[in-house]
């Protein structure tokens, strides 16, 4: 088991900048990648970036350039740098991480926190 507690969410005017964190306890161990998916209301959740465990990351092309993902492994803590930041940007955001145990994978969620973006 996996337990998440992300922060840094808020209201910022776009253009503006927030970085989200993650914390991840328990079985750390068998982190192989960490995340952020967000969902927009009424839309679905989607990927926003993942960084591996040695350090490979993708980005969705609506937040390449934008968003910087990156991880401390000594604090077991990912982190979303977001930049350049627009109205569309506006979510709740999810930090995730998989784990591989005995070759099974499993996906774990954190509680979601609420990024707003005005105009």
């Known amino acids: 088991q996996v337990q998440l507690v992300e922060s840094g969410g808020g209201l910022v005017q776009a253009g503006g900048s927030l970085r989200l964190s993650c914390a991840a306890s328990?079985?750390?161990?068998?982190?192989?990648?960490m995340g952020w998916y967000r969902q927009a209301p009424g839309k679905q959740r989607e990927v926003v970036a993942d960084?591996?465990?040695?350090?490979?990351?993708t980005y969705a092309d609506a937040v390449k350039g934008r968003f910087t993902i990156s991880r401390n492994n000594a604090r077991n803590t990912v982190y979303l740098q977001m930049n350049s930041l627009v109205i569309e940007d506006t979510a709740v955001y999810y930090c995730?991480?998989?784990?591989?145990?005995?070759?099974?994978?499993?996906?774990?969620w954190g509680q979601g926190t609420q990024v707003t973006v005005s105009s």
């Open positions: 995730y991480v998989r784990t591989n145990y005995r070759w099974v994978l499993n996906d774990y």
């Open positions: 328990g079985s750390i161990f068998s982190i192989i990648t």
């Open positions: 960084i591996t465990a040695v350090d490979s990351t």
